[in-house]
């Protein structure tokens, strides 16, 4: 059986792995080597997780030279993150602060 297009969506998302990818291309675009210096992971789990991100167009490919640069995807991901952040300000902060308290 085929998974849903929402359940492959929210699944990449909810991934902390790749969302902390995520998070760290909001400022620039990144290749593997300086994510992997920014994140605390192995070089091996960020592409394996970039290859999700990029499959599903949460973030773009583009090669410079012998480098891959990797980008968020500004029409898409980013408003949707700066719409979640608004949400989770307004109205997740005191649960999940209560909730590690």
Same mark, same amino acid.
């Given at each position: 059986?085929? !998974?849903? =297009? +929402? $359940?492959?969506?929210?699944?990449?998302?909810?991934? /902390?792995?790749?969302?902390?990818?995520?998070?760290?291309?909001?400022?620039?675009?990144?290749?593997?080597?300086?994510?992997?210096? !920014?994140? =605390? +992971? $192995?070089?091996?789990?960020?592409?394996?997780?970039? /290859?999700?991100?990029?499959?599903?167009?949460?973030?773009?490919?583009?090669?410079?030279?012998?480098?891959?640069?990797?980008?968020?995807?500004?029409?898409?991901?980013?408003?949707?993150?700066?719409?979640?952040? /608004?949400?989770?300000?307004?109205?997740?902060?005191?649960?999940?602060?209560?909730?590690?308290?």
């Amino acid at each position: 059986m085929a !998974k849903s =297009p +929402y $359940k492959i969506f929210f699944h990449t998302l909810g991934n /902390k792995t790749r969302l902390e990818i995520i998070h760290a291309l909001r400022n620039k675009p990144m290749n593997v080597t300086e994510l992997t210096k !920014k994140l =605390p +992971y $192995k070089q091996s789990t960020i592409s394996h997780n970039l /290859k999700r991100l990029v499959s599903c167009q949460f973030v773009y490919l583009q090669r410079k030279g012998l480098y891959r640069y990797y980008s968020l995807n500004k029409e898409t991901i980013e408003p949707l993150l700066k719409i979640i952040d /608004k949400h989770v300000k307004n109205h997740c902060s005191k649960i999940c602060k209560n909730r590690h308290e």
